[in-house]
């Protein structure tokens, strides 16, 4: 068996707590040899401001470069919050993304049966949803310059950011998603603003291009931002793939994700690229931060991050199975009723967070 070798980065906050669930996972697994991977741990975030004055250190992202993938849990909290900006935990996130040339973020939105009435929306409207957003993580308006905020004079200012989008940063990010939907249902949308930004003309034109040239197997769509947040609302299970930029995909992706009722459930990827169908390295992690108000308490909902880890199987290590095995375990525990105190309803029976991680691993056990 192949030996994979992954960096853990648990971070701050519950990322530590959620963490710990996994790395229980992960040695279940090597023990019984269902996979061979080696983990390094190292800090980000706040504690490694803590020890080392900064959020992430060279040494740390040279390390990360060399992994197959790369596994976080969290990083802030209010400790660091009057740090200046570019001191804060949060850059070393940014930095790992940027140095690692992340662009590619899936996040998916699924919706489980058990927690249907989490969500805000009526149950039919998103009973059986399964939708992937792809958004681009290191172009657009969160990186274009000029920018700043200039003083006018007179009292008054003037705040600027620019949204720029070269046709090599749009190609790349949608051969991801093109690879992806080949591997789904074959339907991608790709969402802009063509009708009123250059930037979206430019995205329309190269996505299309490439689509009919290397993908003409693949049903894509076009829609408008503003357009795709209603529908994600009136209609979501029309969409499978959704792709997108880094502005809109921020938004986008918090609206599809909330769907499904949880910020504990949401799992999410940043890959390199794609070659030869095969993702290059990835960093996986919850979409959730690093919830300081229930941090060391033991009810932290471990499952977005064990979520990330089934997703770093699937598209990192190409373990379809096994990646399938985790997620159907995840299932099983809620239907049986177990829940944390997130999810938590009144006909279920509470866990903390280590109990949830045993009766999954309970529940792959059954089926390895
Ligand atoms: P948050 O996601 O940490 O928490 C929002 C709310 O959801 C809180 O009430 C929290 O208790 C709850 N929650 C989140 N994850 C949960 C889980 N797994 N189980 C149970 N409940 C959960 O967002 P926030 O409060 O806005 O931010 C807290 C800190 O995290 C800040 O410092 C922020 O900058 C940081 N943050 C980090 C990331 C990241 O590391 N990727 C993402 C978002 C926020």
Same mark, same amino acid.
């Given at each position: 068996?192949? /030996? @994979? %070798?992954?960096? =853990? $980065?648990? !971070?701050?906050?519950? &990322? *530590? ?47 990360? /470069? @060399? %992994?197959?993938? =790369? $596994?976080? !849990?969290?990083?802030? &909290? *209010? ?47 998103? /009973? ?10 290191? &172009? ?229």
């Amino acid at each position: 068996m192949d /030996k @994979k %070798k992954i960096l =853990i $980065l648990p !971070g701050d906050g519950i &990322g *530590p707590e959620a963490i710990d669930e996994v790395k229980k996972i992960i040695d279940f697994l090597n023990k019984k040899k269902t996979i061979n991977i080696e983990i390094e741990e190292e800090l980000v975030g706040g504690a490694c401001i803590d020890k080392f004055k900064v959020p992430v250190k060279d040494e740390t992202i040279k390390k990360a /470069k @060399k %992994k197959d993938a =790369i $596994l976080l !849990g969290a990083v802030g &909290g *209010p400790k660091w919050d009057n740090l200046p900006f570019d001191e804060r935990p949060e850059q070393g996130l940014l930095r790992l993304r940027s140095d690692l040339k992340l662009f590619a973020n899936l996040r998916p939105a699924i919706s489980f049966d058990s927690l249907i009435h989490a969500s805000s929306l009526k149950s039919e409207i998103i /009973k059986g949803l399964d939708i992937l957003i792809v958004r681009e993580l290191t &172009g657009g308006v969160y990186f274009g310059e000029p920018r700043g905020i200039e003083d006018l004079g007179n009292g008054k200012r003037r705040g600027l950011n620019t949204q720029v989008y070269s046709t090599d940063e749009i190609i790349r990010v949608a051969k991801v998603a093109f690879e992806l939907a080949k591997k789904r249902k074959k339907i991608l949308t790709s969402v802009e603003k063509s009708n009123v930004m250059e930037s979206g003309k430019l995205w329309r034109e190269e996505v299309k291009k490439l689509g009919k040239s290397e993908y003409s197997d693949i049903d894509l769509n076009h829609m408008y931002a503003d357009n795709c947040a209603m529908q994600l609302i009136r209609d979501p299970k029309q969409f499978d793939i959704i792709l997108t930029d880094n502005l809109f995909g921020d938004i986008l992706s918090d609206a599809a994700a909330m769907l499904t009722g949880s910020l504990g459930m949401l799992p999410s990827a940043s890959l390199s690229g794609v070659k030869n169908g095969s993702y290059l390295s990835g960093l996986y992690e919850p979409v959730h931060g690093s919830a300081p108000d229930i941090a060391g308490k033991n009810i932290a909902n471990p499952i977005a991050t064990i979520l990330s880890f089934s997703m770093m199987l699937f598209y990192s290590f190409d373990n379809h199975k096994l990646s399938q095995i985790i997620d159907n375990s995840v299932k099983t525990v809620l239907n049986k009723g177990f829940r944390t105190e997130d999810i938590m309803d009144k006909k279920s029976q509470k866990v903390g967070t280590k109990q949830m991680g045993d009766l999954i691993i309970e529940e792959i056990t059954k089926n390895i």
